[in-house]
């Protein structure tokens, strides 16, 4: 059965998502390699773990690996395991995971790091199934079932000599893409719920009272660079300094970085030379159509067009009208002049 874990973050109803799933559970029985991309949390490796206990293996060992995490040395004898005496500090023989996901699964996440020789290495276990210990010459089989993660373009890799064509082939029997949370805009408030819910949990408060509508815009207009687990961080964190379980939560801490009282990035360089003053990052707003449709109302289109721009200003900063007015280029009291010109302003704001 999948592991409790799973429950965690494939929660969604949106049409990619459910894509997903089914082709999962297709793919799931079949003893082929399978090869899943997505960008940084998207949960490339629930998926994995799902792959695995949806198949025929689902009983035997499940074992995963984080190619990024070791150099090349290391992930040899961590992969195939080595025999004593094969390098200093290798007093005794040790098992690969290979060898220990012998008819179970081998799960390789961040494989784009790996180096020609373990990539080498890696082609004859998918085509023979057999591979040496470093260090020994014994034979060895395993029948593990392999599947492999990364959030690169392996096949622009591929093309330019940096991950070799053959194992790309080999690998990918069956691709699965994760969407990025963004074109998941369904599921952003099911998961921050589940989120909370689960925060709420750990605090031992006695119930989660929701989100305002003002924190409930703030996440459904964000653009979750880090996905599903960045959106569990930024729960989890809003939910715990909110830390009240009567009232519902107001305010989403995005960036926890963020605070008046912190530190200049200082840029060093060799000869000590005066770096170029940044460069301020205009405002992300929604770009103008290419095709416009005649005929039109020129002052009402110009109208929703600038009503448009503040509300995602504002949803970028959190409602904060300080930040907001410097995100557009404007003062504090110009910004809030407009905002009450288009009667965007709260009760409480007046």
């Known amino acids: 059965m999948p592991s409790a874990r799973q429950t ?5 109803q949106s049409a990619a998502f459910h894509q997903v799933l089914d082709h999962v559970s297709k793919v799931a029985p079949l003893s082929k390699p399978v090869l899943i991309i997505g960008e940084r949390g998207t949960g490339k490796e629930l998926i994995a773990e799902r792959l695995h206990f949806l198949s025929r293996r689902w009983e035997q060992p499940y074992i995963k690996l984080n190619c990024a995490a070791l150099n090349e040395n290391l992930l040899e004898s961590e992969l195939f395991g080595h025999e004593s005496g094969a390098f200093t500090g290798a007093g005794k023989r040790h098992e690969g995971r290979f060898e220990r ?12 790091n790996t180096s020609g020789l373990i990539q080498e290495k890696l082609l004859r276990v998918i085509e023979y199934g057999e591979f040496e210990r470093v260090g020994g010459n014994r034979t060895i089989r395993s029948d593990a079932r392999l599947i492999c993660a990364t959030n690169e373009d392996l096949p622009r890799l591929a093309a330019q000599g940096e991950f070799r064509a053959d194992l790309l082939d080999r690998l990918a029997f ?3 893409t994760l969407p990025p949370l963004r074109s998941r805009p369904e599921d952003i408030m099911l ?20 989100f305002t509508e003002r924190a409930k815009q703030t996440l459904m207009g964000y653009h979750w660079p880090g996905n599903v687990r960045e959106l569990k961080n930024v729960v989890e964190r809003s939910v715990y300094r909110h830390n009240n379980a009567q009232l519902p939560v107001h305010h989403i801490v995005v960036d926890p970085f963020e605070s008046p009282w912190r530190p200049e990035q200082k840029v060093r360089t060799e000869d000590q030379r005066p770096s170029p003053a940044p460069v301020s990052k205009p405002a992300s707003v929604e770009p103008i159509p290419q095709e416009i449709q005649f005929p039109l109302d020129y002052k009402q289109s110009c109208q929703d067009h600038e009503i448009r721009i503040l509300k995602q200003a504002l949803v970028q900063s959190q409602y904060n009208q300080k930040k907001s007015a410097e995100m557009l280029g404007l003062t504090y009291h110009q910004l809030r002049g407009i905002l009450k010109k288009y009667d965007l302003l709260t009760a409480q704001d007046n």
């Open 8 to 12: 965690d973050n494939l929660i969604g």
């Open 101 to 112: 996901a012998d008819k179970g699964t081998l799960f390789l996440d961040e494989l784009a």
């Open 174 to 176: 069956d691709v699965i």
């Open 191 to 210: 998961l921050a719920e589940s989120f909370a819910l689960q925060m709420t949990r750990q605090l031992e408060l006695e119930l989660f009272s929701g």
